[in-house]
C-alpha cells in the first residue's frame, strides 16, 4: 500500500509539471499508483492468490529501472527503497496466501 500511494502521489504531482514528458510520466504514474491501490485495498487484503501474484509487477518494475539506470530521478535511491518496501510487502504475508486451507467441514443433514 505504501509503494502504491507514493506512486500515486509522485504521478499527481509530476502531472502539473511544465516538461510534457514530466506529465506523460505523471499520468501514468497516477494510473499506475490507482492501480496497485485497489488491488492492495480490496483482493489483497482478502488474501486473494491473483492480488499476491499481480502485485509482484512493482518490485519487477522498480528492479527494470535500477539495472537500466531508468528515469524518474537520477539518485536511484527511491528505486532501491521501493523494491525493498515491495518485497517486504509481499514476502510477509506470503504464508497466508499459500498455507493450509481451511478444512471444510460436512454438516449431516438430518431426515
Not at 28 to 37: C, D, R, S, V, Y
Request: overall charge positive; aromatic content about 12%; hydrophobic content about 55%.
Amino acid at each position: 500500500m505504501i509503494v502504491s500511494l507514493g506512486i500515486l502521489g509522485f504521478g499527481v504531482a509530476a502531472s502539473f509539471g511544465s516538461d510534457p514528458l514530466l506529465r506523460a510520466d505523471g499520468v501514468a504514474l497516477t494510473g499506475m499508483g490507482l492501480f496497485g491501490t485497489v488491488i492492495t485495498v480490496v483482493p489483497f487484503r482478502r488474501r486473494e492468490r491473483w492480488a499476491w501474484v499481480v502485485l509482484w509487477f512493482y518490485p519487477v518494475f522498480w528492479l527494470a529501472h535500477l539495472i537500466g539506470s531508468l528515469p524518474p530521478g537520477q539518485d536511484h535511491v527511491h528505486q532501491v527503497v521501493f523494491i525493498l518496501l515491495a518485497l517486504a510487502g509481499l514476502l510477509v504475508p506470503a504464508p497466508s496466501f499459500f498455507g493450509k486451507a481451511p478444512a471444510v467441514q460436512m454438516k449431516r443433514v438430518a431426515n
